[in-house]
């Protein structure tokens, strides 16, 4: 039977939606992006074929752009990404290796103007890799690691990365990477893919979704977007499901009784989140390759929880507590699909301050998706998951005006940031994108009462959430790299902000103000192309819920050699990630 063009059909149905209002923006719900007065600096929309074409053209010069860099004979550069300015400027992320070893650390993203003139290198380390990768002094792998060269932090080394795959008590699969020095054996750093959260379910009204006719049936796959496809798992945990089919195109009864309803969430929030991207942003799909992933419902029993996998890219959700709660909100699939936007942009590794950075970023588009869809079931506001009432009193997991109502999130920055779990450290990123937006004080958004304070005592006033979403989509594509700490992200939004709106923009003045209303300023590290310098100011660096730990039974997995340097930083930046 020949598959019937995708659908986009209205639902008389009142679809279960699963919490976490995870970020909001300002005061209007509109898919209209600000328009950036310097609108040539605004990504231009490929198409999967042009943007494999200037991959293709980029990675036949890996060689020359390596020696253009004076980077080491033993170094070589792999093509991970190519983003293309309206005026004709190019941004070429690569990925790193050395003697044949994947760098953690060791991406940089090449500046060129539309003539071919080299504009300027963002690195994720300014500091040069002579690493010794044999010799007798080096201790012993432990087994099943591979070996790597560390650069995210500190001087570059030989280490060795293992990952321990189990099970956590809440079914929550679990892949720990640790990273040990190769010459002592201790441990420099360890994270997990898979980050936990939790939620509650609530209805979203009627929706329209894509759909796709074959013979007298349907099924919830969209080609319009990619051919994203919709699958019930019947509550196991592998596999891919069974894909969601019906005979009238009609969809779910707006409860748990139909195993459908779950379905059209989770669709729902993957056409949403498709379409905010390509109509804001003008990328198509995740990866920007216009292939869309694919959606797992009614996944375990009773699983609390949902997450984004990479390697498999696709996102999951569970049922919530008594299989009653499914967890497919609108903001928190877009929270967990933006996962996948940083791991195939930034690549922002999932520890310290740049993971706080990655969460935040999955905050932000979360809640910017929900602004862009306005569903007068679930409106926009700046709190993160309010819905799921997860501490049983109604009220929110984090506060975005002031992250520290929850009494773990910080509202600024401080010595030790990066020790903070990252969800925490993440206020810091999220309290400057509400000052950005919305400045700072007292002010009532959508019947949401907010008061937003700044740690120097100063006052923001914010530009907007359109434009503040422009600006940290621009920093994040264009000039965050994998290590990317809170100081950096300051230098590389004020470099996103020249770009779009101009040095003396009152936009540039606003980034600067934000940042500094949450102790950011000035500090130590790279700069970023682009930004003007900063005058005065002192020195600075950079889950929803935790889960259980892994279970004493863990077994233990490998991660082989990557084909290339882009698939080790994907497996750094953490293939999954849960709400």
């Known amino acids: 039977m020949t598959p019937h063009i995708s659908r986009r059909t209205s639902l008389s149905i009142a679809t279960a939606v699963a919490a976490g209002a995870l970020i909001a923006g300002t005061f209007t719900a509109t898919g209209a992006a600000a328009q950036p007065s310097a609108s040539g600096a605004t990504p231009l929309a490929l198409s999967a074929n042009a943007r494999a074409d200037l991959i293709k053209d980029a990675s036949a010069q890996t060689a020359d752009t390596a020696k253009e860099l004076k980077l080491g004979s033993k170094e070589k550069l792999a093509v991970r990404d190519v983003v293309k300015d309206r005026d004709g400027t190019t941004h070429t992320r690569y990925e790193r290796t050395y003697d044949g070893l994947p760098v953690i650390g060791g991406d940089l993203v090449v500046h060129e103007s539309k003539s071919g003139k080299r504009e300027g290198v963002t690195k994720a380390t300014s500091k040069s890799i002579e690493v010794a990768t044999t010799g007798a002094s080096l201790s012993a792998a432990p087994s099943g690691a591979r070996k790597i060269v560390w650069a995210a932090t500190g001087t570059p080394r030989l280490a060795y990365e293992k990952v321990v795959k189990s099970t956590k008590k809440d079914g929550t699969p679990s892949r720990l990477h640790v990273v040990t020095d190769a010459a002592s054996g201790k ?38 977007r990619g051919g994203h496809s919709t699958y019930d798992l019947k509550n196991g945990s592998s596999g891919k499901g069974t894909l969601f089919t019906d005979a009238d195109d009609k969809w779910g009864d707006g409860t748990v009784n139909d195993p459908a309803t779950a379905g059209v969430d989770a669709a729902y929030g993957a056409q949403e989140t498709w379409d905010y991207y390509k109509e804001v942003f003008g990328r198509s799909g995740i990866n920007g390759d216009g292939k869309g992933a694919y959606s797992r419902v009614h996944y375990g029993n009773a699983y609390v929880n949902a997450f984004w996998d990479d390697s498999c890219f696709c996102m999951t959700y569970g049922d919530g507590e008594g299989n009653k709660n499914p967890l497919t909100a609108l903001d928190v699939a877009a929270h967990e699909m933006s996962h996948g936007v940083t791991a195939a942009t930034a690549g922002l590794i999932y520890s310290g301050e740049s993971g706080g950075l990655n969460e935040a970023t999955s905050d932000i588009f979360g809640t910017s998706v929900e602004f862009y869809a306005n569903n007068s079931e679930d409106v926009g506001d700046y709190l993160i998951g309010e819905e799921i009432d997860i501490n049983g009193d109604g009220s929110p997991l984090r506060y975005m005006d002031k992250p520290s109502k929850d009494g773990a999130s910080l509202d600024a920055w401080k010595s030790g940031a990066g020790n903070v779990d990252v969800h925490y450290s993440s206020g810091i990123a999220n309290h400057f994108f509400y000052l950005l937006s919305e400045g700072s004080g007292k002010k009532t958004i959508n019947g949401v009462d907010y008061d937003s304070p700044t740690s120097d005592g100063s006052t923001v006033t914010g530009i907007g959430r359109d434009k503040a979403e422009q600006i940290w989509f621009k920093a994040l594509t264009t000039y965050f790299t994998s290590s990317t700490n809170y100081a950096k992200a300051r230098t590389a939004t004020l470099s996103a902000a020249t770009d779009l709106y101009g040095a003396d923009s009152a936009e540039y003045k606003a980034v600067d103000a934000a940042w500094a209303g949450g102790n950011v300023r000035e500090g130590a590290g790279s700069r970023v192309w682009g930004a003007p310098p900063r005058t005065g100011g002192a020195p600075s660096p950079c889950h929803l819920m935790r889960t259980p730990a892994p279970s004493p039974s863990a077994s233990e997995g490998t991660v082989t050699n990557p084909v290339s340097a882009g698939d080790a930083s994907r497996r750094w930046t953490g293939r999954m990630r849960t709400v």
């Open 187 to 224: 441990k420099i750093t360890q994270f997990d893919e898979i980050k936990t959260g939790t939620g509650e379910s609530e209805y979203s009204g009627s929706v329209e979704i894509g759909t796709t006719q074959s013979g007298s049936s349907y099924s919830l796959t969209d080609a319009t």
